[in-house]
């Protein structure tokens, strides 16, 4: 534990202490950031301040809870009050008090590790309030609730309602921050103190005011009635207490490309493209066009497409006209296909049979498992002595044996030749 600076030294020590932490950290520990992110909002010292205390407290709250069982003998008791306010206690508190990855707690319980010491030992009678002491007393960091900046000023609608109760102080409680009100939705001015546009008062007495909505395209009203209306928001105009829709598309007040047309909508418009066959339109439709597109032709009041087809547009041989929608193209008639920019006959392959990619030899093997394999079928029912199918087996195997016979005589005489 760090001995106490002699009392000389403690306004030299706060005044540098506080100059450091209004500082930015070091460059070196600050993370890095990608050239497309946004910078992280950084937290006024006051907030790290008052999580240290908030944190510190709740040691406190633990340190009891887990050293004494809540009894009420003489000997917690004595042993309480020994351990109360001793260095041991403050030393557990501390060894918790910022978590691991919260740099700017730790930098703080360094810098002002000795101040807390000090108070611990010395000032916790005087100064029950750790958060009043340290932080806004010693390293004045913070400011009392409703006051803001380095004097620690009222903020506008005064420090007992700042912004009226209707908005939040910019820096409120800390010593940084403008001031400035950022009201809710529906309150407005500088301190809050006044209804916003599209709002009436709907009470209002010395210390209180209500903010209502007007009805819809009200921007100033004397009451949530359409008839209520005093000013109108931007598309629409006042007419005996009511707002009614300006019609932008019959004004002239709208501005479409020269290929769109004008819909009106509540309070404002809405630009929509032509139809493809008009070159600038008057509505919806090939029936509003002013001109039609090329490719199309005046039909009555309407724009309609031309049927290039009618007339010979393709000249090459064996093309054939395809109309399309505003156009057409030349495509291959049928049978033809394209090939380097002419139309040639398709040449249809014929058809193969089932045996068309066997060889000879592979066609002979085929037939002789074929017909071996009804021989063996009619031998085995000429086994049983069926005269009839042993008539048929015995024709088989003659046929069979000639036709053999006559497809290889040539190859069988020769060999039984040279076999001699």
């Known amino acids: ?14 005044w540098g202490l506080s100059l450091f932490l209004s500082l930015p950290g070091p460059v070196w520990l600050q993370p890095s950031l990608s050239p497309q992110s946004s910078p992280p909002t950084e937290l006024h010292p006051c907030h790290t301040c008052r999580g240290l205390v908030d944190s510190f407290n709740k040691g406190l709250e633990r340190t009891i809870r887990d050293n004494f069982g809540g009894g009420n003998t003489a000997w917690e008791e004595e042993k309480l009050s020994k351990y109360k306010d001793s260095e041991t206690r403050l030393v557990e508190v501390l060894e918790s008090v910022c978590s691991k990855s919260d740099f700017e707690c730790h930098r703080l319980l360094e810098l002002s590790e000795e101040l807390v010491e000090s108070w611990w030992f010395h000032k916790q009678q005087e100064a029950p309030d750790l958060f009043q002491w340290l932080c806004s007393d010693s390293l004045k960091l913070c400011c009392p609730s409703g006051t803001f900046g380095p004097s620690c000023l009222p903020c506008p609608g005064g420090a007992e309602k700042p912004c009226g109760g209707h908005g939040r102080c910019e820096g409120e409680g800390t010593r940084g921050g403008s001031g400035h009100c950022d009201c809710q939705a529906g309150y407005g001015g500088e301190a809050c103190g006044q209804c ?36 109108c928001k931007k598309g629409w105009a006042l007419h005996h207490l009511k707002c009614v829709d300006i019609d932008e598309c019959g004004t002239e007040r709208a501005s479409c490309g020269s ?26 439709g090939p029936g509003r066009c002013k001109k039609c597109s090329p490719g ?19 000249p090459g041989e064996n093309e054939q006209c395809e109309n399309t929608e505003g156009s057409y193209r030349c495509v291959c008639a ?20 089932f045996f068309s990619e066997m060889t000879e030899d592979e066609l002979v093997v085929l037939q002789q498992m074929f017909f071996g394999v009804i021989i063996c ?4 029912l000429a086994a049983k002595g069926d005269l009839v199918f042993t008539a048929i087996f015995i024709g088989a195997v003659a046929a069979m044996t000639g036709y053999w016979l006559s497809e290889r005589s040539d190859r069988v005489l020769e060999g039984f030749i040279k076999g001699r």
């Open 1 to 14: 534990m760090a001995s106490l600076p002699p009392r000389g030294l403690v306004p030299p020590l706060l």
């Open 196 to 231: 916003g546009l599209g709002y009436f008062e709907a009470e209002r007495n010395a210390s209180h005011l209500v903010c209502s909505a007007c009805f819809g395209p009200c921007a100033r009203c004397s009451g949530p009635e359409e008839s209520n209306c005093l000013q």
């Open 259 to 284: 290929n769109q047309f004008c819909v009106n909508t509540e309070g404002s418009y809405e630009c929509r493209d032509c139809a493809k066959a008009c070159l600038g339109c008057m509505g919806a």
């Open 296 to 314: 199309y032709q005046q039909v009555g009041s309407k724009c309609l497409d031309v049927d290039e087809c009618e007339t010979e547009v393709c």
């Open 334 to 353: 049928e049978g033809y296909k394209q090939m380097e920019g002419v139309c040639v006959k398709e040449q249809i392959p014929e058809s193969a049979g």
């Open 377 to 380: 079928a009619l031998a085995t």
